[in-house]
């Protein structure tokens, strides 16, 4: 396991397909990188590819190339009606069981997302806000009862970037529950979801060091001496292009912006980065040891 991991996404189609697997295999080869977060199935079907033992052989090829191995499961988006309950024990299990597969196929850790409760646009739950937080609590004691210890492996979690400035109660999560029960909390601090004004910036997603070194080392500060902390925090990169703008429209997101956002990562005390681009696609100039790639944009 890396001492600072150095990730990048890959969804769930490149992650089945060889050829997209070994130029991505190879960009880690080539760069700073040393992790790779794969999706695998969370309600049904094949782990990743159609048998475990194809699924062993490949990822047993990538951890002979000193690539670190993250499962990213989905936990609660998804199901018949668009959100499964995230109250379900029986989904729990199901979590549960997944995630054991996971490692037994070859993954060193498992990573969950959308471990909390609907947003805004996303399905609504009827329960009571406040018994939202100690229910995903919960869930957490479960995955580290049943998952993490069980295993002897770690596990991490997936929080909203504003999670870092206090507890969201409408989705559930709280930092301070999250760094209790996970190896890593890897939040979501993309600049391009801070609105207008953010950080006294009229733009964030033009100031991608200053947006995501904020948070970060707010987060940090509130989490970092509490009695029960055993994680490490490891954060979300936004490689796409999004603005701040509100509505939102497409701004290029260059090797620059990547650096910056790892540049601030790495001020802020962070055990390592993972880069989020949904096509999982990537310029190698970002990810280079040590780049600052290319000059500082308009920040317009």
Known sequence: MPTVTKAIYVNFAAGRSADRMNRLSSLVQRTELN????????????????????TRAR???????????????????????????PGSEERWREIAEISLRAF?????????????????????????????????????????AEVGDAASRPISADLFGITLLGPQDGVGQRLEDAVELFDYVMPMPYPSHWGPGSF???????????????????????????????????????????????PMRRYEYT??????QIRAIEDAGCAGYAAWNA??????????PGGQPGGQPDPG
């Open 255 to 260: 090797p620059w912006h990547i650096r910056e």
């Open 59 to 85: 990822l047993g090829a990538l951890r002979e190339a000193g690539i670190y191995l993250i499962a990213r499961l989905v936990a609660f988006k998804g199901g018949p009606r668009g959100w499964y309950d």
């Open 279 to 288: 096509r999982s696609e990537y310029e190698e100039s970002a990810f280079l």
């Open 104 to 144: 037994e196929v070859g993954f060193d850790e498992v990573n969950y997302d959308y471990v909390r409760y609907g947003a805004a646009r996303e399905p609504r739950s009827r329960t009571p806000v406040e018994e939202r937080a100690p229910t995903i609590r919960a869930f957490f004691e479960f995955l580290r």
């Open 35 to 54: 992790s790779l977060v794969i999706d695998v199935r969370s309600d049904g079907g094949a782990l990743l590819l159609d048998r475990d033992e194809a």
């Open 200 to 246: 006294g910036l009229a733009n964030p997603a033009h100031h991608p060091y200053e947006t995501v070194h904020a948070p970060l080392s707010a987060g940090w500060r509130r989490v970092v001496d509490l009695p029960g902390r055993i994680a490490l925090l490891r954060s979300w990169v936004q490689a796409f292009d999004l603005d701040s703008s509100r």
